[in-house]
């Protein structure tokens, strides 16, 4: 029976993983509409985060947009700022809502502090040619 229940928590938090249930949504909302020729992004402003963590990016509805893996950065230093790319149709009415999970290797996935992601917010460049 031990080994049944064990069985089944294992089940459940593997289930939470998958779905990326573990994680801090944010509402951004572009500047402006897009104009013809531009591209929009999410500028994600890291804090402190300890070695070995990275930040997973999502669309709320589950459209992987990147992962932010810090490499180098000194001790008691902030990790950065950090630029991905949104596709314009993942924005409705101008928001789209980002999920941001914090992934450490052997541990499990969980949303990041508002010490280590500082903000999130939309902006807008010409599309490269």
């Known amino acids: 029976m031990r080994t049944l229940s ?3 928590v294992c089940l459940a938090l593997l289930a939470q993983h998958a779905d990326g249930a573990e994680g801090r949504e944010v509402d951004v909302k572009l500047p402006r509409a897009l104009q013809a ?20 990016v999502t669309t709320a509805s589950g459209r992987e947009l990147g992962v932010i893996s810090p490499f180098g950065v000194p001790t008691g230093q902030e990790a950065g700022t950090y630029t991905l790319p949104v ?6 009415n101008g928001h789209v809502t980002i ?3 914090l992934n450490q290797v052997g541990h499990t996935q969980r949303a990041p ?6 903000s999130v917010r939309a902006k ?3 599309a490269a040619r």
Do not use: H
């Open 6 to 8: 064990t069985t089944l």
């Open 37 to 56: 020729g531009e591209m929009a992004f999410v500028e994600v402003q890291l804090g402190l985060l300890g070695r070995g963590k990275e930040i997973e």
């Open 87 to 92: 596709p314009s149709d993942a924005f409705v």
């Open 99 to 101: 999920r941001l999970s």
């Open 113 to 118: 502090t508002t010490n280590e992601v500082k």
């Open 124 to 126: 807008i460049a010409p």
